[in-house]
């Protein structure tokens, strides 16, 4: 029985094996159709814009059929007449001589 006892037991366990790549899918079930309506929403604020640009003679399609005659009279104003006399040339400076 000494035999048994001088053996050694050895326990091998097997490593899982490496995973390089993993992709989780979840599946709502939805299948979307909220894009239309967003392409649709903005469309229709595009065109909003435009209409308004438009009808408002920025882009020069009511300015057209407009016809603006305005009358103002101006106020009468009279002034005195002035006569402010100009100020008298300053004389040049001297030239420095040279005393040499």
Same mark, same amino acid.
């Given at each position: 029985?000494?035999?048994e006892?001088?053996?050694e ?17 979840i %599946?709502?079930? %939805? ?7 967003l392409?649709?929403?903005?469309? *229709? *604020?595009?065109?909003?814009?435009? *209409?308004? *640009? /438009?009808?408002?003679? /920025?882009l020069g ?14 106020? %009468? ?8 006399p100009?100020p008298?040339p300053?004389?040049?400076?001297a ?6």
């Open positions: 029985m000494s035999d006892r001088d053996k037991t050895v326990i091998v366990e097997e490593t899982p094996p490496r995973v390089e790549r993993e992709t989780t899918i %599946d709502t079930g %939805d299948r979307g159709g909220g894009g239309g309506a392409i649709a929403v903005v469309l *229709l *604020l595009v065109a909003v814009v435009l *209409l308004f *640009l /438009y009808f408002g003679g /920025y399609g009511a300015s057209d059929e407009m016809n603006l005659n305005v009358n103002v009279e101006t106020p %009468d104003i009279e002034l005195p007449d002035v006569d402010v100009a008298a300053a004389p040049e400076p030239q420095p001589g040279n005393s040499g």
